[in-house]
């Protein structure tokens, strides 16, 4: 399974948001952390925020931040939500769909990925916070 770039720009800027969870952060310190395109992430928040899993205050002295703490933000549900589809192969239009066993195996397989990702919450990502304060400070 591949996550698209999308999803992981919105876990990178949610793990960051979570080292910080009494700031208001911007968007061009995370792009900067990163070295992602501040284009890219304003598309991500504003999605994310959409979502409610940022908060943002537009202003002189605005920024992002999480909308409710690290522990209850499920990462499975994350990804959920950024992912199109979760089609790992297209079986429609193939000839030996009908008799082929590839389907079920690669449906078992997603479910067993999404089962794992559903076991860890944003919390779960960031529990060295100091250490990811640094390295992202460094960056």
Excluded at 34 to 40: E, L
Excluded at 92 to 97: E, K, M, R, T
């Amino acid at each position: 399974m591949r996550l698209t770039r999308y999803s992981d720009y919105a876990l990178r800027v949610l793990i960051y948001l979570a080292t910080r969870p009494e700031e208001l952060c911007a968007i061009s310190d995370i792009s900067r952390a990163y070295d992602i395109s501040q284009n890219h992430l304003m598309k991500v928040v504003s999605d994310l925020a959409g979502a409610g899993y940022v908060t943002s205050l537009r202003g002189r002295n605005g920024g992002i931040r999480l909308a409710r703490p690290a522990r209850d933000i499920n990462v499975g549900d994350v990804v959920r939500h950024t992912e199109e589809g979760f089609d790992l192969v297209d079986c429609a239009s193939c000839v030996i769909a009908p008799a082929c066993g590839l389907t079920g195996v690669l449906g078992e397989a997603l479910s067993a990925f999404m089962t794992v990702l559903d076991g860890y919450t944003l919390a779960d990502l960031v529990h060295k916070r100091s250490r990811l304060r640094s390295l992202l400070a460094r960056a």
